[in-house]
């Protein structure tokens, strides 16, 4: 079964320092996503991404926040100066379609690590 | 106001037995319902879509009731392997999930 991958599967960064969290989204999908979890707490939307532009973000997802799709595979996102609260699970996921219907399909994370 | 509310638990219950789960949310204009299931430190992954009218796969029903604005999740025969975090999702018309924050499920011998 096709799969979300995610790279690394931790990154431990120093509060300030910018960081890029990869993705590489099954392979016939279009909507790409991010989500994050802190220790503790729900999954939570950042954004959604379709067409090579952002479809929704939520307030979370401010300006320290961008995601950009490189190339016809992978799907980053980029913090570009953390900070402690950032510490989390961030998840990316994808879908076949935009459809409220259509099921996300997670990759297996990266752990975010802010000291 | 939570949007998607359910009842964290734990849920200890003994192999084979029947538990309920319930979730409710607050936007009416929700409309799409999901259940994740998440085991510790690992990604959601999708266990069933809801449907209006109420759908079942294996050992698991889940069902939707619009008026009181709760869906529910049913797993009959619980096994070991049942023991996780279940997530409902909810969309409300945008690309957005919206997730509670689980019901965690422990399933003993």
């Known amino acids: 079964e096709p799969e979300v991958t995610q790279t690394p599967s931790h990154q431990v960064t120093q509060m300030g320092q910018e960081v890029i969290l990869r993705c590489v989204p099954i392979s016939n999908h279009l909507y790409f996503y991010w989500y994050r979890q802190i220790l503790g707490q729900k999954v939570e939307f950042l954004v959604s991404?379709?067409?090579?532009?952002?479809?929704?973000k939520s307030e979370i997802f401010d300006d320290q926040f961008s995601v950009e799709r490189p190339d016809g595979s992978n799907f980053t996102l980029k913090i570009r100066s953390t900070k402690l609260e950032d510490s989390a699970m961030y998840f990316c996921?994808?879908?076949?379609?935009?459809?409220?219907?259509?099921?996300?399909?997670f990759g297996n994370g990266t752990r975010l690590t802010v000291t | 106001r939570k949007e998607v509310e359910q009842d964290p638990g734990p849920f200890n219950v003994p192999e084979g037995a029947t538990v309920a789960f319930n979730c409710t949310y607050s936007n009416s204009a929700s409309q799409s319902f999901f259940w994740y299931r998440q085991d510790c430190r690992k990604e959601p992954k999708l266990l069933m879509s809801?449907?209006?009218s109420g759908n079942e796969d294996g050992r698991f029903t889940a069902q939707l009731n619009r008026a009181s604005q709760y869906i529910s999740l049913l797993i009959r025969d619980s096994k070991l392997s049942d023991s996780a975090t279940y997530l409902c999702a909810v969309n409300t018309g945008g690309t957005a999930l919206i997730f509670g924050k689980g019901t965690t499920l422990s399933v003993s011998s």
């Open positions: 991404f379709y067409n090579n532009e952002i479809s929704e």
């Open positions: 809801v449907y209006s």
């Open positions: 996921a994808s879908s076949a379609t935009a459809s409220p219907n259509s099921p996300l399909h």
